[in-house]
């Protein structure tokens, strides 16, 4: 095995192109492992454990872009470096190739293109502050991909975008969509009179997902970052997106997505929600319905719900569902257990979404099924970290144990493959349950990752004598990079049992942890 890195002095990349380049150098041929990522005291600590590099590595700096390439060869290796060489000249001659304009400062944009007025910021989270501030400074809304930035630095970015009347939709906000442009991880969905503000990304993309499926369309879809909702920051952002969608012509229904909100925010959303004058439809997860009493707004219970009733109310029906009829899940989960030996009596599910990984926690709490997490809602039920599995347990594999210095498992699937063998190999194991989130930003062939490692698991089980249920959903559109048939059709030929969405497939694996 040969080791190899390079030190690109003051090159900057952001997050996401390292975490692309990194995955896809990890696909070519002899290559055994391989990561680019910014000379930061962390990368640095995780590259020396990955053995990426070493004492005999160049010194570098936080401003340095590190590549480091463990191979088969030397030819190998250096077929990785010089590949993402070609991917980062590429990205850039295609740039230039455009006719886009560019610039190595906000300044310098705002002076090439004055009359720019959005930026999106995917810096290391000690530097975001500053960049957003510059940014509102020079009147631009902001979209903050950057995560691990402080609540005291969220708290004061909002108070300033509110002063200045300017949308900052973050930090950690992975999902929007502003006048059809997808942004960061986004669906392909359709235009139309729905307007969505969500303090959850998986779920936005859930939600909009949906409603393209079910023939309507999207208008705007915000992101206000996981925090906008708690006490300290106030739902500062979660307000102004309402406002802005409420004085939207193009939007006709709001919809809100979030964890429950804290008691004060809640108080000041109904009162401003009481002032809008169009159908609005909330999916607080994880909370009581009795929160929306006496108020005009209609409860959602889950993702697929608040699809379901935005599409009603924006066809001008009446946004009410009618009773679930799950003759057909029944059906399925008895069919299944049949195949079960006695042992298999738990289920474990890997998530790439946290909201989705949220949601089913909720849904299989309902039907009295208690799991545990690294995202537990009871903290006896909370796994640390990465700990082993107990009984039946839900992980969100992007929670930032996973996701510090590697890639996101949207990105990068080696993380959760692994854990899937290592889940199918216990024999108290009867149902996995995945979920496959595709669009902008993410994989570029989700299912074809995740196919041959449900195979592998089920092959796994078989070599023990058991059978193994896998249960997946698919996040897409058919307009999406990946086509939502073309994941469909590669799961469901690799024997996993493909559901609509995320909440029916919680509740066919509810179904059959009942009667185990």
Not at 109 to 117: D, I, L, R, S, Y
Not at 254 to 280: C, D, F, H, W, Y
Not at 412 to 420: E, I, K, T
């Amino acid at each position: 095995m040969i080791t190899t890195n390079q030190i690109r002095k003051n090159l900057y990349f952001d997050s996401v192109t390292l975490m692309v380049a990194s995955s896809m150098m990890r696909g070519l041929d002899g290559v055994i492992n391989a990561a680019v990522m910014m000379g930061t005291d962390h990368n640095r600590s995780l590259m020396t454990q990955a053995g990426l590099i070493g004492p005999d590595t160049e010194p570098f700096g936080v401003n340095d872009t590190v590549v480091g390439v463990q191979a088969e060869s030397d030819e190998a290796a250096q077929a990785a470096i010089a590949f993402f060489d070609d991917y980062i000249g590429g990205k850039k001659k295609s740039g230039k190739s455009s006719g886009e304009a560019s610039a190595r400062t906000l300044s310098a944009a705002k002076t090439v293109c004055p009359g720019v007025n959005f930026t999106v910021i995917s810096v290391p989270g000690r530097y975001a502050r500053a960049e957003a501030e510059k940014a509102m400074e020079l009147g631009m809304h902001v979209l903050m991909f950057s995560d691990n930035v402080s609540l005291e630095d969220e708290v004061a970015l909002k108070e300033m975008a509110a002063k200045k009347g300017l949308l900052m939709m973050g930090p950690d906000c992975g999902t929007t969509i502003i006048n059809g442009t997808a942004l960061g991880f986004a669906n392909v969905v359709r235009r139309g009179n729905i307007g969505l503000a969500a303090a959850a990304g998986t779920g936005l993309q859930e939600v909009t997902a949906l409603i393209d499926q079910l023939g309507g369309g999207v208008s705007q879809a915000l992101g206000t970052g996981g925090r906008d909702l708690k006490e300290e920051v106030g739902g500062k952002m979660m307000s102004m997106c309402l406002e802005a969608l409420n004085e939207d012509p193009e939007t006709e229904v709001i919809v809100i997505l979030s964890k429950p909100p804290a008691q004060s925010v809640m108080k000041r959303m109904l009162e401003q929600l009481e002032r809008v004058n169009k159908p609005v439809i909330a999916a607080f997860l994880g909370g009581d319905p009795a929160l929306l009493e006496g108020s005009r707004v209609i409860w959602a219970g889950d993702l697929e719900q608040a699809a379901r009733l935005a599409v009603l109310a924006a066809r001008g029906e009446e946004p009410a569902l009618p009773p679930d009829d799950d003759t057909m899940l029944k059906a399925t989960a008895e069919e299944e257990l049949a195949k079960l030996a006695p042992e298999q009596k738990y289920l474990r599910g890997l998530y790439s979404g946290g909201t989705l990984c949220y949601e089913t926690i909720l849904l299989l709490r309902d039907e009295g099924i208690p799991t545990w997490s690294n995202i537990a809602l009871d903290k006896k039920y909370l796994l640390e970290g990465g700990a082993p599995s107990r009984e039946n347990t839900l992980l969100d594999m992007g929670d930032d144990f996973f996701t510090n210095g590697l890639p996101h498992p949207m990105i990068d699937f080696r993380q959760r493959v692994d854990r899937m063998e290592q889940e199918a190999a216990d024999p108290a194991v009867g149902v996995l349950l995945l979920d496959c989130v595709c669009g902008y930003g993410t994989h570029a062939d989700p299912a074809g990752e995740l196919a041959p490692a449900i195979r592998r698991a089920k092959e796994i089980a078989a070599q023990n004598g058991r059978h193994l249920t896998v249960i997946a959903s698919v996040t897409a559109t058919e307009g999406d990079p990946q086509a939502r048939s073309v994941q469909l059709r590669q799961l469901e030929e690799a024997g996993a049992i493909v559901m609509g969405c995320n909440a029916q497939a919680a509740r066919l694996a509810a179904l059959m942890l009942e009667q185990i």
